[in-house]
């Protein structure tokens, strides 16, 4: 191998770092995603196993709490979709940049859209997770019947 085809080797290595450094964002951000989700399927068995035993409002909500957990089941699993639809495409886009460095096709305009493509649906994915966060924490919040009043409290 010549010097002038390790010269251009080394760089299409030098620029696809770019692209696996968000490989590896998008890889601990799937661990979070699926964290997520496995937290999300315990807290349904729990409240499936209380939905027989509870009457009244304290099933009411059971029964509220699982639809939403239903739906952040939803959510979490839109966000683990596009962050991996994201890695493929930056996957290509890596072997695009090593297709066009070395053979000097012209492919900057399909780089530079594939790498549009992986932030948006990054991004995307970001706003479920949000999404996903909000719904949790609201479920989250204290019953009013278990806070205790105190004459200090307002």
Do not use: W
Request: net charge negative; glycine share 8%; hydrophobic share 55%.
């Amino acid at each position: 191998m010549g010097d002038l085809a390790q010269a251009d080797i080394i760089a299409v290595l030098q620029t696809a770092l770019a692209p696996a450094f968000l490989l590896v964002a998008v890889g601990g951000m799937l661990g979070l995603f699926a964290g997520r989700l496995a937290r999300i399927i315990d807290r349904s068995r729990i409240l499936q196993d209380l939905f027989n035993e509870t009457e009244g409002y304290d099933h009411k909500c059971v029964v509220e709490e699982l639809h939403d957990l239903q739906l952040r089941i939803k959510i979490v699993n839109s966000a683990i979709y596009l962050s991996v639809i994201s890695a493929i495409v930056a996957c290509v886009l890596i072997g695009l940049l090593f297709v066009m460095g070395l053979t000097g096709y012209n492919l900057s305009a399909v780089i530079a859209g594939a790498f549009i493509i992986a932030m948006s649906l990054l991004s995307i994915a970001l706003i479920q997770f949000l999404r996903e966060v909000r719904i949790g924490v609201r479920d989250f919040m204290i019953r009013e019947e278990y806070l205790e009043k105190t004459d200090q409290q307002t």
